[in-house]
DNA sequence: TATGAATGAGGCTTCATTCAT
DNA sequence: CATGAATGAAGCCTCATTCAT
């Protein structure tokens, strides 16, 4: 599936990059503060540094804007776990290593993650599929990397359960961002680290009771 | 905590009861359909079963159907969790059962929990806290059950990793109403029970690894 | 054809022709000062005597103004040819009664015709048929009072004058209204309705010609 | 009353000449598609074959695009009438061939003479004379060769007679470009140009009627 | 001369909320 | 208590025009 085209009036594709640069970053704070609903297209402009006039000279219309955000955050993070899964050997190490960057990533980009997680749903009909694409190739790197440990015999479980597993950690990635409020009272991104790795690793049975 | 009270402008106890189960029932099938910033007051009031003006009657603003609607939400589910807890021994089959009730809560009420998770954070500053604390308390049920287990010796474990626990419990339930779309292609409800609790229970390392 | 419906919101019929005859009314003021384009819907509601809240209540779009004030207009002007092709007795004296009374209208209603005129292009595909067809209608009201005096041997034409003459008349009459800072300078409507006939009647030749 | 002047910041005077031509070329195939206010300045530029910079520098405002499509229109057709008037002998043959003439250039600029008529109005108060004066002009055309006749003895009218004789003539004509939707489906151009002349010459009244 | 990115006033429309009946 | 007509602030988007390159 290819990128979704989002049409712009502006000719130069050196502009537009930047300009939509611009674009993305003065949205997302103001998604993270207000919402994109609450958002209005003057702020965004406003907060882009250029007029509206030059906002709608890059996009089409004000969904756009929130797929633009979207899009690019998945790309920012999925590149990043991108890196760990190129030099994925295939060992436990390796995975732990990938959740870990992976759950780091997202403390970085909190609130990134936070509002494209609460407002993917506000994409269109249209739009949706593509982030949600994204979504899934993330979850497949997870997957990867356990069946990396299967094939290496560090790891025995069958499909269902790598898949399952996959899941947990991409949720357990955004949980740190959209339950921050109660997750950072408790722990940091070490101990959430740690901890959850732990109990996906072990399970909350000691060995005393195995 | 109380509940936040929603002011009415009719007296009639009874009668605010029962209009607002109109209202809550209405709205949550048009919250599914378009979310509620796209829905309108007019179009709950219609779906209520009444004018725009007797809706008014009810509530002061339009961010109170969204309230009621929230808190309607966790009062059902928390309802059916306290009875789990009630009769809760602190063995690790109450816990097991616990987390399946919950589960299939969440499944039985996937439409309503899918949009109180998508739409709580349109709440203003005011009402949220109040929700929040139902997650809480929900979270903390949870813990009870764990708590239960290790005063029983039935698990060894320290407090933040109970808290951690909890925490999963309650957004794996969360996870199988707003992740359905991907996971109910590989999973029934049972399969994700069964599988998510003998991950809970004994981590991915399993027999062999150990 | 029936008439295109133009949808209100609101419910009561009465309500809903009393609001709209003010609307009319005081769109058909600013059409005329400022053409249809260079009218606000603002303007229209202010003219109107409501907001443009209420404006909204009682159209769709800023066409439906357009399309509204057409439909009246034209409604008004075969109103009263009817009448007149009601007393139609097939003599060439009632078909210059009716000539001189369709002058007469457009005369009174000058500003209508010519907005109606001029702004009719501006319909969209969708509502320019309705009122089309009402122009056809007129033209062959004409077309009724020429074939009375034929059937009656007042008149030896065949279908190809007739229509022809039929379109003149109607062309001439809406003349008066879009010519008229020429024809005003030159002609009172008496003028015009006399030299009109005259020419219709016995075209340039006249006596001396023949 | 000399032309109005469009200013341009080129002074190229050829050049001048170049563009405005494309302009008024790619200008009138969009008022035909969409009308004036519908067709946007990029359009124009686009369909001029340049840059939306480059048309700014052959005109001040989109209102001067309209005067010099309307202009440009308005001394096609009179050029061509010119030729008729230049060798009027004064005989009722050479008014036929005048309204013939006339009539035929119409058709064959239908498009042109529809956009010009529907569009005038648009025009500013400041350039709308430049055109309304062209009209009056035309219709002077027909008035001398009308009274060619008179001054010949081939007809006997009174002035006032002939000034209304020359707007029928007029209107006839642009009837035949804006009422096309409705004509062409009964007659051709011949017909239509030998109904209306006999119609003109001899009225309705047949021989007998006399 | 030619280009096209930038501007922002202003247009159309929606919708939460009020209030007279 | 119930109704629904009225309100107007505010949102999204367009487009004529300018100006630096």
């Keep these: 599936m290819k990128k979704r085209e989002v049409q712009a009036s502006v000719k130069d594709e050196r502009l537009v990059k930047k300009r939509r640069d611009q674009m993305i970053k003065g949205a997302v704070t103001l998604f993270i503060q ?25 996009i089409r219309t004000k969904e756009d804007v929130l797929y633009l955000v979207c899009d690019s955050i998945y790309d920012q993070v999925s590149e990043r776990l991108q890196k760990d899964l190129d030099m994925n050997r295939g060992t436990l190490e390796s995975l732990k290593l990938g959740i870990a960057d992976y ?38 790197m997870f997957e990867k990397l356990i069946n990396g440990c299967i094939e290496n015999g560090e ?23 959209f339950r921050r409020w109660s997750l950072k009272r408790i722990y940091s991104i070490d101990d959430y680290i740690k901890l959850q790795t732990d109990l996906l690793f072990q399970g909350i049975l000691t060995k005393n009771a195995l």
């Design 103 to 140: 759950f780091r990533v997202v403390d970085e980009m909190q609130d990134e993650v936070l509002v494209m997680y609460q407002e993917v749903k506000s994409l269109s009909k249209d739009a949706l599929p593509y982030v949600l694409k994204k979504e899934i190739e993330m979850v497949e």
């Design 34 to 58: 207000k919402g994109f609903h609450r958002t209005t297209t003057r702020e965004i402009a406003k907060a882009s540094g250029f007029s509206i006039g030059t906002l709608y000279e890059y």
């Design 155 to 177: 790891l025995d479980l069958v499909e269902d359960q790598v898949k399952m597993i996959a899941h947990n950690i991409f949720v357990q990635g955004q949980m740190w961002a």
